[in-house]
């Protein structure tokens, strides 16, 4: 006991941390698939592969990430409850993109101080995501270490693993010149371009709703949740759509995320009038004095994830999608670029 309060004393609580396991047990249990043979206190989650039998050639795939500065928004406006599905979401479009379904996911909150309601309200926000995706949210980790993130803050980070068959892997080598490209909208800013955009935006009111943002604040425009398209996605593997590579438009934007699924010999038009952008990424602009070359270099300007297929299964496409989408441009020839007209 006495080591326990001289370790509080330093700054970290372990009391306080059991807390915060307590709390989130129910909501990680909610994401529990029958492969999951462990439960929530295990040194390490298990997860059953019989399932994988039944493929001819499955091929896991694995992807982490975090939701930046994002969270410094949720710290801003105190509000908890979206940044977990940001980084379920964004990790199930990662592993997406080539073709994989998620099987589990693991997270990492962190702060100098642990507040067992906001990481129970993150934890909870990630449950909702992953039963949405069919994920079992297997473990996760809540550091508390003080001296490393500032008071107030957490860090939100997760790992996904996902399996493909390997005939079914999507990995671009089939992009052809004269393929459409279909834009599938984005929710806001998603979880990239923070920094630069609290930086445009640091004199305004979040809070009350702003001219131009639809009666919404600014705070909870920022705060809205990444999109996941796995749902947009299987519909379109449902109707015989096929795609021929996907571009999940992360950091990086139109600029640097398309290129990653291209092979030699092609490069991508897109012509920004053929879709409409979200008031937020103007103002940004505006406001931070942002060149158009790097406003689709750091965010995604309003499409969160580019699929591409051959041009005749273009209109298709548009039907089958369950939200708007839009054709927004094509595969030409050339080098592994993507021009923005």
């Not at 929530?40 to 975090?66: E, H, Q, R």
């Not at 105190?78 to 990790?91: E, F, K, L, Y």
């Not at 693991?106 to 990481?119: H, R, T």
Request: net charge negative; aromatic share 6%; proline share 5%.
């Amino acid at each position: 006991m006495t080591q326990s309060s001289q370790y509080a004393a330093a700054g970290v609580d372990i009391d306080t941390k059991m807390h915060t396991i307590n709390l989130i047990k129910e909501a990680v249990r909610s994401t529990y698939r029958p492969e999951v043979l462990s439960d929530t206190g295990s040194f390490g989650g298990l997860f059953s592969a019989a399932g994988i039998k039944g493929m001819n050639d499955p091929v896991l795939v694995a992807s982490t990430d975090g939701v930046g500065t994002k969270t410094k928004v949720a710290t801003k406006m105190d509000r908890w409850d979206t940044i977990g599905q940001d980084i379920v979401n964004h990790c199930v479009n990662d592993i997406l993109v080539q073709g994989a379904r998620p099987l589990f996911f693991l997270d990492y909150v962190a702060s100098s101080q642990i507040i067992p309601e906001q990481v129970a309200k993150v934890v909870e926000g990630m449950a909702v995501a992953c039963r949405v995706a069919r994920c079992a949210l297997l473990g996760g980790e809540t550091p508390e270490m003080p001296g490393v993130y500032l008071p107030g803050e957490i860090d939100v980070v997760g790992t996904i693993v996902g399996v493909v068959e390997r005939g079914k892997l999507i990995t671009g080598s089939r992009i052809r010149p004269g393929d459409a490209i279909i834009g599938l909208v984005s929710s806001g800013l998603h979880t990239n371009g923070y920094s630069l955009a609290r930086h445009a935006l640091a004199d305004l009111d979040w809070t009350s709703p702003y001219p131009g943002l639809g009666g919404e604040s600014i705070g909870e425009v920022l705060l809205k949740a990444h999109l996941s398209y796995l749902g947009a996605i299987e519909k379109l593997w449902a109707a015989d759509i096929d795609i021929h590579g996907m571009a999940h438009l992360t950091g990086g934007g139109f600029i640097d995320n398309p290129p990653r699924v291209f092979p030699e010999g092609v490069g991508a038009i897109i012509n920004r009038r053929t879709w409409p952008v979200p008031p937020i990424f103007d103002l940004i602009q505006e406001l931070g004095k942002v060149s158009n070359e790097e406003m689709f270099r750091v965010f995604n300007m309003g499409l969160g994830m580019l699929v591409i297929v051959p041009a005749e299964q273009a209109s298709l496409v548009l039907t089958t999608l369950p939200f708007a989408s839009y054709r927004v441009g094509e595969i030409v020839a050339g080098k592994k670029e993507v021009a923005i007209k």
